[in-house]
């Protein structure tokens, strides 16, 4: 029990020294932080698809959850293996120490300094672990001292979450940023966005409402730390297969028309009757207009989006110049975008997928062309171009919630961005389809809600639901996983009736 104990302190003190020098070299070589963003990575997408669909925008909470069991069974197995003549705990943080290694010089961007966090934590562990050993053993050449083991663990515990606590205070410019953040003047909309009217939102008691706040908006990016970034540090380079290259600053962009618009956003991962989805109020600027000014050339057929943390996002340029509100946005919902959500800048693109598009803390566009580049999820399998599928949502009643005979309430909302939404039809155990009410079309960038008043009787039903888009063309039925190019399929809920 002693030995396991010392690996686990010492593998807790090669993290918390780990995080104090990150602080000084940079977040992403913290041994913790580099590992994970490597796990990202390279996890197959099945796996991905499945960590989001169990977790939800919880993923990364449970990422670092998972790694830190395994870092504990580790740990505590070195410690256990380890002797003063036969080091092989040493040697297995060895190993683990060159997996952090790795993982921190193979980020973008980064140099061998990234390596210096992980060598200078595993060193100290290594060094804690054997002391503690050595004081855990009855038959050690010094002789047993409970005493002194738990002096000894104490400081290493102490130690531990002392240089993680210092790391994290000294790395984290929240501070700075959030107090930025809110001296921030959200831009008065040239073109502003025309109110909603009350019939587009239903206001049903357990149906999302029309508008999702910032709080509720998901969250679904790679980024393991939040990037922290200054307005007055941020511009926005466009370059490439241009004939007028551009950086822009947030100076610059106060100059230029500012546009306020609604649209809907959609994850690719989002699975049949999902939530990673939302609609709220961007302002911002027009990439149309910014684009036309960097003057594309004719061979150009995509714009590879970057963000201040290295994600990439390849969009076609035919759907950034053809007219609809693709912007570049620096509000979300009459506020300065949270720093969750890209703050200062990000982009929000009607009718793709935002895996394809909705690039957060974005600093560089490179206009360029498919065929010479590659996006971060189309390089790991996904489609290159993205459109949001038809599809709509059940949310009440909620299936795992019994109701009671008589008129029940079926409604949800149902997208098709771009092409909007004509019709959402239910059926109940595999009845005859029927239409439901829509709330008014506030434009066809956003999602509609939908309601169906059903003479529900005791039993055990299922109520299925699907969606026609603006051009008349029905959702398909046919169910696919959200692999390579998003999910499809008829939302359903079982229905228990009392």
Known sequence: MRRALSGILSAALVLGVGELLAAVVGPDSSPIVAVGSAAVDNTPAGVREWAIDTFGTSDKLALFIGMGVVIALLAAGAGILERARRPIGSALFVVLGVLGVLAAISRSGSGSIAALPTVVGVAVGILVLRSLVDRADPDASEGFSRRRFVMLAGISAAAAVATGAAGRVLGASTRAVTQDRNAFTVPVPDSPAPPVPAAADL????LSPYVTSNAEFY???TALVVPRVNSQDWSLRIHGMVDNEMTLTLADLEQRVSIERMVT???VSNPIGGDLV???TWTGYALKDILAEARPQAAADMVLSSSHDDFTAGTPLDVLMDGRDAMLAVAMNGEPLPIEHGYPARLVVPGLYGYVSATKWVTDLEVTKFSQARAY???RGWS???PIKTACRIDTPVGSKDVQAGTVMIAGVAWAQHRGISRVEVRVDDGPWTETTLSDEYSRDTWRQWSYA?????????VEAR???????????VRVDTVPDGASGYASMPVTVR
């Open 278 to 280: 939302g609609n709220a």
């Open 377 to 379: 999820w189309t390089d």
């Open 219 to 221: 969250r679904i990016d």
């Open 467 to 477: 969606a026609t888009d603006g051009t008349g063309e029905v959702q398909t039925d």
């Open 203 to 206: 206001r049903l008691p357990g």
């Open 384 to 386: 290159e171009r993205g």
């Open 265 to 267: 956003l959609t994850c």
């Open 454 to 462: 059903w003479t529900a009787t005791a039993g055990q039903h299922r």
